[in-house]
């Protein structure tokens, strides 16, 4: 019965998540910052928005199904963690961000596309984009003999949810013809693999906050 009431919360879960985020994305945003001409008060207002649509559920039904899910909503904040085991991860951000930078523009200097707005944006992403995916979404599926299928089916969702603001951006097409949705595809996977092994949603918000930080900074 458990299981059964799993599954239909998550078939309901997802499709009003995905379906009232395309919505902001598409529409709602795009209102507010034509009629908020402060960029930073736009910014702050759509991240409250962000934060009611995916963190605010996304904790109510951690807590709701916290007897089933792999990782407890306390366990994920209260584990101790073994920083240096993920310093690697770090490294290999930085000099896959770095190195890309210099081979592209031959030096290394912070974009000329960096905004405050966008800095405060990112204060909240970590947070809410792995409360989501990682300590919601993946939490509910995955067991401790079956992982790599959730991660996987996880990753697909984390780009299926990056899909209304690449239409919005008018980079859709362009982000596949790249191959560029692989680098989504591939983050998801970290993210996932580090939360599962920590057990602690903040090492995975850590090194999402440190990319997204990465890339603000020398890719704009």
């Known amino acids: 019965m458990m299981k059964q009431n799993k599954a239909k919360v998550l078939i309901v879960y997802l499709i009003a998540f995905f379906g009232l985020w395309a919505l902001a994305e598409l529409v709602v945003f795009g209102k507010i910052n034509a009629v908020v001409e402060n960029k930073l008060l736009s910014s702050v207002i759509t991240e409250l928005i962000k934060i009611l649509v995916w963190t605010v559920p996304a904790a109510i039904l951690i807590n709701r199904f916290k007897d089933v899910i792999y990782i407890s909503l306390k366990e994920m904040f209260s584990t101790k963690v073994n920083w240096l085991k993920y310093l690697p991860v770090f490294i290999i951000f930085v000099l896959y961000i770095l190195g890309g930078v210099i081979l592209q523009n031959g030096n290394l200097q912070i974009s000329s596309n960096f905004r405050i707005d966008e800095a405060i944006s990112l204060l909240f992403v970590g947070i809410t984009e792995e409360l989501v995916f990682r300590g919601w979404l993946l939490n509910m599926t995955v067991k401790e003999n079956k992982k790599w299928v959730p991660i996987a089916i996880n990753a697909g ?64």
């Open 157 to 220: 969702l984390f780009l299926v949810i990056h899909f209304p603001i690449w239409i919005y951006q008018g980079v859709f097409i362009s982000n596949f013809t790249s191959l560029s949705f692989l680098c989504v595809v591939a983050l998801s996977i970290v993210f996932s693999w580090t939360f599962i092994k920590s057990k602690n949603i903040l090492v995975p918000i850590a090194l999402h906050t440190f990319w997204n930080l990465l890339v603000l900074l020398f890719i704009g």
